[in-house]
């Protein structure tokens, strides 16, 4: 499962970036559900298929998997985490002078990973500072990456409004700098998974 991640994020040029270093290895896992598209490791979405928010869950890494690949220990079982959406491709790959947009951003999620085995539901377990965007790729634009990112939170705690990452218009979403963000905030990232994601009259290869 990880070792499959992490080779999917290599091949996309996603690893390593600005928010994934090159030594990540996750400790959690995240699982990434919309009505009609379960996302692993790059799936394809098209814009009316990632309308509705999705249900996000995290569990512990399956102990072979994590002993195959070492990831680092996520802190204490309760731990509170930061997630977040973002695009690095907007307004079109070629162009991503708007990247990183900024799609979802959740904080103080409070996870307790010893009772997380069946998948933990983080949206109504934590603060949300930027209500879910559903992506809009330009059928014309190539695929968009999107990730889908959870960070450990300082033990200390961590406290943080609106102000902090900006404001819902859509124009004050774009060109978020997510890396000063974690960097100044003391974040730690455990979890990724992605997908792309293209218009519906999108007519490249998949």
Do not use: C
């Not at 060109?175 to 003391?186: D, K, L, P, Q, T």
Request: overall charge negative; glycine content about 8%.
């Amino acid at each position: 499962m990880a070792a499959t991640l992490l080779n999917s994020l290599k091949q996309a040029n996603l690893l390593p970036s600005k928010v994934i270093p090159a030594d990540f290895v996750p400790a959690v896992a995240l699982d990434v559900r919309y009505p009609t598209k379960h996302i692993s490791n790059g799936t394809l979405v098209r814009v009316s298929e990632v309308g509705d928010v999705p249900s996000i869950s995290v569990s512990p890494i399956p102990t072979a998997d994590a002993a195959a690949t070492a990831p680092p220990s996520p802190a204490s079982p309760k731990s509170k985490f930061t997630f977040m959406l973002i695009d690095p491709d907007a307004p079109t790959p070629d162009d991503p002078k708007f990247g990183y947009w900024r799609h979802w951003v959740v904080t103080n999620i409070d996870i307790d990973l010893d009772a997380a085995g069946e998948g933990t539901s983080v949206l109504d377990r934590g603060r949300t500072l930027t209500r879910y965007l559903a992506p809009g790729p330009r059928d014309e634009s190539g695929p968009h990456r999107y990730l889908f990112l959870l960070f450990r939170e300082p033990e200390a705690g961590l406290r943080l409004e609106q102000s902090d990452v900006g404001g819902e218009a859509f124009v004050e979403r774009r060109s978020f700098r997510a890396e000063e963000f974690v960097e100044r905030h003391g974040l730690r990232l455990v979890g990724v998974q992605w997908m792309r994601g293209v218009g519906d009259g999108w007519k490249g290869e998949e």
